[in-house]
Structures are given as C-alpha cells and as structure tokens.
C-alpha cells in the first residue's frame, strides 16, 4: 500500500501553494511534514486526502490514479488541531459515528469502537459527553474516530498545537504506539523539530510550498541537503557564518581559521557558509579544538532550564540555547566557542558540502 504523489502542483489565484513535488508514502510508516507556518504542510496534506485538487500533476494510492476522486471515496482519516467533535453526543457516539454512516453492522461497530477506545484509553469517558473531557482526552476522542475507520491514509495536521504542554507530552509519547498498532500511512505536520525527532519514522521539509529533503528523521536532521533544510530543521534556527578557502585553510574572520583537512581538504577555493545548531553554541570554552568569537547580547529568554541568548556577530543573528540561567543585560560584549566538529558547511548555492563529523552533531 503506497500514497505516491507525482509532480504535483498547486497554484491559486497566479501563487504558487506547492511546487512539484514528488513523494512515495509506503504502509506503516510515519511521515512528518515540517516546515513553519505557511510553508504549505495543509495544502500539501489536502491534496493528499483529495480535499482539493492539484493544479498538475498525479496522486495513486497503490497505483490507482486518484486524482479526482472525492475524498469521499477514499480511505482517508483527517485530525485537525482544533478539537472536532459533536458535542451532543457522547464519546462512544462520536467515535461510532463514522461506522454509522457507512452502515456498518451493530456487532462490528461494538468490536472496533471498543478496540479504537481501549487504544486511546478512553474506556472510564464513554458515556460522557466530550465538553465533559480534558482538552488532551477531546483530541484523544478526535483521534479515535480517524482511527475506527480503519483508514489507510491518518492525516494530523497540528493535532496537538492546542494543548498544553503536559498533555502535549503525553500524546506525543503515545502517537508512535498508536500509529505501530494501525499499520496505515501516518502524515503528521508539525512547526517543531524536536516534534519530528520525537516521532521518528521520516521527515520532509517543506520551506515556501518547496519539499526541500524526504528521508528517514535522524538522517535529515544530521545531513541537511542544504543550508534551507538545515534552518528548518533547527529551533532556533541554525547560526551561519560566512567563510573562504584559501589554500590549506578555511578562514572565519576576525583571524579565526581551521586547517582544511579530512572533509575539508578537497573542497575548491572560494566562498562558504558555515551552520552551526543554536546548542552548539557555548560561553565556556569546550575541551580540545574550539573556534573563538566575538559577541554583543541583543536579548535574552530565560525558560527556567534554558536560556536563549541572542546575539550579534559582526552583523549576523546568532542564537544560543544554553542551560541554566544566564541574566545578561543587552549589549554585553561576550565571548563565544564552538567545537568545529559541530559546525556544517554549504556553498554559496547553499548546497551541503561538507556535513559535521560529530555523530552527535544533531
């Protein structure tokens, strides 16, 4: 069972929602769209399900050229992030309520709504209504009824955005273990990549309506194609540094260079970005080699357990996730290191050239 979209394509009103894209879904897999917001993950997801139509281009499920064919007719579940339930009925009305239109026999209702409700763990709430429920066992009710279906397509689209952090937590724990039991084609897009590193299987970055990588999570996340899928695919952002090559050394300004060697001793002379991960970025300097900046505080966020610090770098935005508490008025001047196992490099084309050894450097 494959969902396999071939070239296709959504324009509205002269824009550009999606450009080509070409992707193969597979049974049993989870699939994380990540991108921000308006990168096109919805429009890309309705597509999918047949809730719009592409502009060009094919979509088969197992081959089969669905590409007009209402949504209707196919084997599609949709959770959205807010929480869609009939509010007068109860949980085990809304969970039966699509076996009910398809007009299934009472026994198979009873059999599959009890088995979707032991999986969501809604069993002590079924004779409640879903106003009646916490907002994390609501979506637990939307999530039941996609799952009754038995579909071979579940799209989530932010199915988790409303909730608080806990219950977000929780469901993100769970989700996999959910999507393990179903066997369907999981689609899950989401603004976050500790979301997408959370619940594995793979991911594809989507920037401007663009699929800018599609393969398996860590590997995307390690192995950026290029400097877009590596901003994305980073929260914060990943930090960036213009650099050269100059014979047998990459220089990084203000002085600071590494030896081109190993992974760097073949790339041409000329002109590079250098990405470091936001995490990467310290204020005491690390053991062994470590690449020394210059810095002045713009802002800080203290969360309790992590600091953001924002910073400038002769005109560049950076950003530091450190840990703890660190209370530093803007303008500050301050020192910074960064381990350059950790540190990427792309050409001006923004392609990948060089990816950081670190295994870790994720």
């Known amino acids: 069972m494959t969902l396999e979209l071939r070239g296709v394509t959504k324009v509205v009103g002269g824009q550009v929602q999606i450009h080509p894209t070409d992707l193969v879904l597979r049974k049993g897999t989870m699939n994380v769209l990540l991108g921000p917001t308006l990168a096109g993950k919805t429009t890309l997801m309705r597509l999918m399900a047949g809730l719009d139509q592409p502009t060009a281009g094919r979509v088969l499920w197992d081959e089969q050229d669905v590409t007009g064919v209402r949504v209707q007719d196919r084997g599609v579940a949709m959770v959205y992030q807010q929480f869609i339930n009939y ?15 398809q007009g299934r026999p009472r026994a198979e209702i009873e059999e599959r709504v009890t088995r979707a409700a032991a999986l969501m763990r809604l069993e002590p ?8 429920l916490s907002g994390g066992q609501q979506q637990r009710c939307a999530l039941a009824r996609a ?5 071979g397509l579940v799209l989530l689209d932010e199915p988790l955005a409303n909730l608080d952090y806990k219950l977000r937590e929780e469901l993100r724990a769970e989700i996999p273990r959910i999507f393990e039991e179903s066997g369907a084609i999981f689609v899950y897009a989401t603004t976050e990549p ?10 594809a970055t989507l920037w401007e309506g663009r699929v800018t990588q599609f393969g398996p999570t860590p590997e995307v996340y390690r192995n950026p194609l290029d400097a877009v899928t590596a901003r994305v695919f980073s929260d914060p952002p990943m930090n960036f540094l213009p650099v050269a090559k100059r014979l047998a050394q990459i220089q990084m300004g203000a002085g600071q260079g590494l030896p081109a060697l190993g992974r760097l001793a073949d790339l041409p002379e000329g002109v590079y970005q250098a990405g470091f991960r936001p995490n990467h970025l310290r204020l005491d300097r690390p053991p062994g080699e470590a690449l020394e900046f210059q810095a002045t505080v713009t802002a800080g966020e203290i969360t309790g357990s992590e600091t953001f610090l924002h910073l400038d770098h002769e005109g560049a935005r950076w950003v530091g996730l450190l840990p703890g508490i660190r209370d530093l008025a803007p303008g500050t001047a301050v020192t910074v ?17 060089a990816s950081a050894p670190t295994p870790m450097a994720a």
């Open 147 to 151: 799952l009754v279906k038995k579909a």
């Open 125 to 132: 709430y079924l004779r409640r209504k879903p106003l009646e």
């Open 194 to 203: 500790e979301e997408a590193l959370l619940l594995g299987g793979n991911t």
């Open 337 to 353: 290191w960064v381990d350059p196992a950790h540190i990427y490099f792309f050409g001006e084309d923004g392609r990948l050239v």
């Open 87 to 101: 509010p007068s009925m109860t949980v085990w009305d809304n969970i039966a309520s699509p076996l009910r239109l």
